[in-house]
């Protein structure tokens, strides 16, 4: 069964959506896409539009089961 999208409990900073679940579903460093995720709100002028959809994936997407 292929990559489920899931908040991480071990691997965040504010609520786990960049850290575990899109690093992890994404094979990439959660740091780098912290990075990213901080570098396009500030040349946007911190643009609404991604600080809502971080707040929404936060709710939407699902914590990680413990296993």
Do not use: C, N, Q
């Amino acid at each position: 069964m292929g990559k489920k999208l899931y908040r991480s409990d071990h691997d965040k900073m504010l609520a786990g959506v960049l850290g575990g679940g899109v690093a992890e579903l994404t094979d990439l460093d959660a740091t780098i896409l912290r990075i990213i995720y901080v570098i396009l709100t500030i040349f946007t002028a911190g643009f609404p539009p991604l600080f809502v959809l971080y707040i929404a994936s936060a709710i939407i997407i699902p914590r990680r089961e413990a296993e």
